[in-house]
């Protein structure tokens, strides 16, 4: 139990184009979902939590008109990077928690050429 | 507490030895700790977690030690195997499980050497 899906889990994409993440809890209902990025070699990094039907609240530094988040149903967020540059690269992970714990998926790498 | 966008240390050792894994924390108000294995390409994965209320817990062939005192956190892995090589990450959570935003440490690569 406690799966956490993303999709697509690669994508390449140009400089200027919109990519839409999506993460989904498979087999329970989340009270609230959480956006990280993480950079080579480096830790994961909070952008965002968003609950289901209220908008999300971005971390210090994360800019919220680029990284659109939607929180559309207990069971689904969505991540979209838009207008995306070469520096947007990087490896975007998606956790989905309930009240036995926090669950993340297993990531969506991210390329803009 | 914070995480720092620094590169990761780095712990090499042989096939069968005891591997440790430390990780400082700076909130003093986070009250559950979480360690978390991240192989290459992808999410971190549980595994094993303590709250504030004990200083060590055991699984299988993992034990994590909490001195809240310094506020240090610690990871052994006994008996290590090839299959152990990854990225460790700690995380810190105030306020348990049902609140409050994980924060993750710095992490620290393990290699496994047969």
């Known amino acids: 139990g406690a799966v956490v899906s993303q999709h697509p889990s690669w994508v390449i994409c140009k400089s200027g184009t919109s990519v839409k993440i999506e993460c989904r809890s498979l087999?329970?209902?989340?009270?609230?979902m959480f956006w990280y990025r993480q950079f080579p070699k480096q830790s994961l990094m909070l952008m965002a939590t968003?609950?289901?039907?209220?908008?999300?609240?971005?971390e210090q530094g994360v800019e919220k008109d680029k990284f659109l988040i939607n929180h559309a149903s207990l069971t689904l967020s969505t991540l979209t990077v838009t207008s995306a540059h070469p520096e947007d690269s990087s490896f975007y992970i998606c956790?989905?928690?309930?009240?036995?714990?926090?669950?993340f998926g297993p990531g969506t790498r991210l390329t803009v050429t | 507490g914070e995480s720092v966008g620094l590169h990761l240390p780095t712990l090499s050792v042989q096939e069968g030895d005891n591997s440790i894994i430390n990780c400082a924390y700076s909130?003093?108000?986070?009250?559950?700790f979480i360690w978390y294995k991240q192989e290459s390409g992808k999410g971190p994965q549980f595994i094993i977690d303590?709250?504030?209320?004990?200083d060590k817990r055991q699984g299988q062939r993992v034990t994590v030690l909490l001195n809240k005192t310094v506020k240090h956190l610690s990871l052994q892995i006994a008996a290590t195997q090839p299959g152990d090589s990854a990225v460790y990450f700690c995380?810190?959570?105030?306020?348990?499980?049902?609140?409050?935003?994980?924060?993750f440490g710095q992490g620290t690569i393990l290699t496994v050497h047969p």
């Open positions: 956790s989905a928690r309930n009240r036995a714990g926090q669950y």
């Open positions: 087999d329970f209902q989340a009270t609230t």
């Open positions: 968003s609950n289901e039907g209220s908008k999300a609240t971005y």
């Open positions: 909130n003093s108000a986070s009250d559950y």
């Open positions: 303590i709250r504030s209320n004990m």
């Open positions: 995380a810190e959570l105030p306020g348990g499980t049902s609140y409050g935003k994980l924060t």
